[in-house]
């Protein structure tokens, strides 16, 4: 029998219209490549946005038609993302830090009408110039009075919206519409396309709402550092509308001392962002000898959060949360926080379980599987590759079979690439990509755990262990470590650390210094690059 409810769809247009109603006074706040702090209300954004609806109408954008953006996180990006996708087009996102030939092969591949640029970005344009889609448009993300000068035939954002109507008849979409469109930066092979739909993009943002509520409530003002090119920052930038969260956005300004400033002129309470950054609001903190006044969460997530980086910002009195999940899963899956229960549990306690990467969001299942296919129990000791599905996972890739076929298996879970183990009240322990491992004698050694605890050491101030070959044991670790200035730890005191923690054959071999480690487009450590940096070194016991 069926039930008797209405079928309205889930739509993304919905969620601003409703925070230019409900949460009309809410904020954004947008430090702007023009130099200036812009504030506008979520009731004028929902008027903006009316206004670059007529305009993508006016370009002569279709229904379904890819509409990219190439920007910072900013109150032109974000009305982009409302327009675009209540227009009826693809809000397609794209990550400046890609490599040309990545840009190039997703700009073809999504085969984008219409590109919204940054100024900041317009010469990455301007050097793939011959190589854009056929037809493609440029509009710089500015006014009349900041349009650079270049050879490219550029329209001014500011000057396409002025001439219309701020109240635009929003098409009424079945909810399965393709609303978004972003690119993973694989590391190996070509970028491939995940694509949301209005509905799994509303259902993520009530998901990740009532997972983060510290994050997500009325009047707690979020201050997004991990980009709206990656994976729509998480999700925030729809669900700060639905609860009422006021955002600031931090456009470039992504070092230590600028988002310190920010969060203290702007009273931010929460903030989410990959490791890498809150390395640099770590060093500030430390330095100013106090976090921001008002700051009382960050959500760490995009790699694993090391230990110390967590006891610290907890230590400090602000709550970390630990969050896992991908592209493909829009992209939040687990987060790791103290359940009530054990609120008062001895701080290593709580600290042991935030720094696992925690236990699945609502409308996210789990499984792990072996390598012949068989589901693994989840006893926190067997460790497979981690298989999702969801609402907000995906079922396929944007036009590319082949690399459905080999994600998606016989029951539609998504393999992701993630070796893992679940403990039997639910929490998940990455312990590595699965090309990342190291296989040593025929037993797999962990990278990540190596790296939390050389991170501790206090002569460190990044670090990554890698694979090298080795005729015998084939593969065995190896960390590479950005020391403090004039600081060189030496393997003998990580070892010290470590032999606590792991068996001696799992301790690495070595220890190599570098000035800096080599970072993917989403900001993550690249292991891929450091292997081929680091392919003739040969280690001790074999040179
Ligand atoms: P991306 O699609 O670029 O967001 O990358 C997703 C991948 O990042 C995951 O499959 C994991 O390998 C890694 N990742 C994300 N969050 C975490 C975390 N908290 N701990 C460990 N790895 C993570």
Redesign the pocket.
Same mark, same amino acid.
């Given at each position: 029998m069926q039930g008797l409810m209405m079928n309205r769809p889930l739509s993304v247009i919905e969620i601003l219209r409703f925070a230019s109603e409900i949460h009309s006074d809410g904020e954004i706040v947008s430090v702007r490549t023009e130099g200036d702090l812009h504030r506008q209300t979520y009731r004028e954004t929902y008027a903006r946005a009316g206004q670059v609806a007529h305009a993508l109408g006016a370009l002569g954008i279709q229904h379904g038609d890819r509409v990219a953006t190439l920007a910072w996180n900013g109150y032109r990006h974000f009305e982009l993302y409302y327009a675009i996708s209540g227009y009826g087009a693809v809000c397609h996102t794209i990550n400046p830090r890609l490599s040309a030939e990545q840009m190039i092969y997703i700009l073809n591949h999504a085969d984008d009408g219409v590109l919204f640029v940054d100024t900041t970005f317009v010469p990455i344009i301007e050097a793939l110039k011959d190589q854009l889609p056929k037809g493609l448009r440029l509009v710089v993300m500015t006014d009349a009075a900041h349009m650079p000068d270049s050879p490219l035939d550029l329209l001014c954002y500011e000057d396409l919206l002025a001439p219309h109507d701020t109240t635009y008849d929003w098409p009424d979409l079945p909810e399965e519409t393709a609303a978004g469109l972003c690119y993973?930066?694989g590391t190996t092979g070509n970028p491939k396309g995940s694509l949301y739909s209005h509905r799994s993009t509303v259902l993520h943002a009530l998901f990740v709402a009532v997972t983060v509520p510290l994050s997500l409530r009325e009047g707690a003002r979020l201050l997004p550092v991990v980009p709206m090119f990656?994976?729509n920052s998480w999700g925030m930038p729809y669900a700060a509308p639905i609860v009422g969260a006021s955002m600031i956005m931090p456009g470039g300004r992504l070092d230590g001392p600028s988002l310190y400033d920010l969060m203290e002129t702007e009273k931010v309470t929460a903030s989410w962002g990959v490791p890498t950054v809150w390395l640099g609001l770590r060093a500030e903190i430390e330095a100013r000898g106090k976090p921001p006044s008002a700051l009382e969460q960050v959500v760490? +997530? +995009?790699?694993?959060?090391p230990r110390s980086m967590i006891e610290f910002f907890e230590t400090a009195g602000i709550d970390v949360c630990?969050?896992? +999940?991908?592209?493909?899963m829009s992209?939040v899956g687990t987060s790791a926080q103290v359940p009530v229960a054990k609120a008062d549990a001895p701080f290593e306690e709580r600290m042991d379980l935030k720094s696992l990467?925690g236990r699945r969001m609502f409308g996210v299942d789990l499984k792990i599987v072996g390598e012949d296919g068989t589901r693994l129990p989840q006893d926190g000791k067997a460790v497979g590759e981690l298989y999702v599905r969801g609402n907000a996972v995906i079922s396929g890739y944007f036009n590319n079979d082949d690399a459905t076929k080999a994600a998606v298996d016989a029951e539609g879970w998504f393999g992701? +690439?993630?070796v893992a183990s679940i403990s039997p009240d639910g929490y998940l322990s990455?312990q590595d990509?699965s090309k990342d491992l190291i296989k040593s004698g025929g037993e797999w050694i962990s990278s990540?755990d190596l790296e939390n605890i050389a991170m501790a050491h206090p002569d460190v101030a990044n670090c990554a262990v890698i694979a090298i070959a080795h005729p015998k044991w084939d593969e065995r670790p190896v960390l590479v470590v950005v020391p403090k200035e004039g600081c060189q730890p030496s393997l003998d005191e990580f070892h010290d650390m470590m032999s606590d923690h792991f068996a001696k054959w799992q301790l690495p071999d070595d220890v190599l210094y570098v000035d800096a480690l080599p970072l993917t487009a989403?900001g993550?450590v690249s292991k891929l690059t450091l292997r081929k940096q680091f392919a003739d070194y040969v280690l001790p016991d074999v040179g």
């Amino acid at each position: 029998m069926q039930g008797l409810m209405m079928n309205r769809p889930l739509s993304v247009i919905e969620i601003l219209r409703f925070a230019s109603e409900i949460h009309s006074d809410g904020e954004i706040v947008s430090v702007r490549t023009e130099g200036d702090l812009h504030r506008q209300t979520y009731r004028e954004t929902y008027a903006r946005a009316g206004q670059v609806a007529h305009a993508l109408g006016a370009l002569g954008i279709q229904h379904g038609d890819r509409v990219a953006t190439l920007a910072w996180n900013g109150y032109r990006h974000f009305e982009l993302y409302y327009a675009i996708s209540g227009y009826g087009a693809v809000c397609h996102t794209i990550n400046p830090r890609l490599s040309a030939e990545q840009m190039i092969y997703i700009l073809n591949h999504a085969d984008d009408g219409v590109l919204f640029v940054d100024t900041t970005f317009v010469p990455i344009i301007e050097a793939l110039k011959d190589q854009l889609p056929k037809g493609l448009r440029l509009v710089v993300m500015t006014d009349a009075a900041h349009m650079p000068d270049s050879p490219l035939d550029l329209l001014c954002y500011e000057d396409l919206l002025a001439p219309h109507d701020t109240t635009y008849d929003w098409p009424d979409l079945p909810e399965e519409t393709a609303a978004g469109l972003c690119y993973t930066s694989g590391t190996t092979g070509n970028p491939k396309g995940s694509l949301y739909s209005h509905r799994s993009t509303v259902l993520h943002a009530l998901f990740v709402a009532v997972t983060v509520p510290l994050s997500l409530r009325e009047g707690a003002r979020l201050l997004p550092v991990v980009p709206m090119f990656h994976v729509n920052s998480w999700g925030m930038p729809y669900a700060a509308p639905i609860v009422g969260a006021s955002m600031i956005m931090p456009g470039g300004r992504l070092d230590g001392p600028s988002l310190y400033d920010l969060m203290e002129t702007e009273k931010v309470t929460a903030s989410w962002g990959v490791p890498t950054v809150w390395l640099g609001l770590r060093a500030e903190i430390e330095a100013r000898g106090k976090p921001p006044s008002a700051l009382e969460q960050v959500v760490i +997530g +995009g790699s694993a959060a090391p230990r110390s980086m967590i006891e610290f910002f907890e230590t400090a009195g602000i709550d970390v949360c630990h969050a896992w +999940g991908m592209t493909e899963m829009s992209p939040v899956g687990t987060s790791a926080q103290v359940p009530v229960a054990k609120a008062d549990a001895p701080f290593e306690e709580r600290m042991d379980l935030k720094s696992l990467q925690g236990r699945r969001m609502f409308g996210v299942d789990l499984k792990i599987v072996g390598e012949d296919g068989t589901r693994l129990p989840q006893d926190g000791k067997a460790v497979g590759e981690l298989y999702v599905r969801g609402n907000a996972v995906i079922s396929g890739y944007f036009n590319n079979d082949d690399a459905t076929k080999a994600a998606v298996d016989a029951e539609g879970w998504f393999g992701t +690439g993630d070796v893992a183990s679940i403990s039997p009240d639910g929490y998940l322990s990455i312990q590595d990509r699965s090309k990342d491992l190291i296989k040593s004698g025929g037993e797999w050694i962990s990278s990540i755990d190596l790296e939390n605890i050389a991170m501790a050491h206090p002569d460190v101030a990044n670090c990554a262990v890698i694979a090298i070959a080795h005729p015998k044991w084939d593969e065995r670790p190896v960390l590479v470590v950005v020391p403090k200035e004039g600081c060189q730890p030496s393997l003998d005191e990580f070892h010290d650390m470590m032999s606590d923690h792991f068996a001696k054959w799992q301790l690495p071999d070595d220890v190599l210094y570098v000035d800096a480690l080599p970072l993917t487009a989403t900001g993550k450590v690249s292991k891929l690059t450091l292997r081929k940096q680091f392919a003739d070194y040969v280690l001790p016991d074999v040179g």
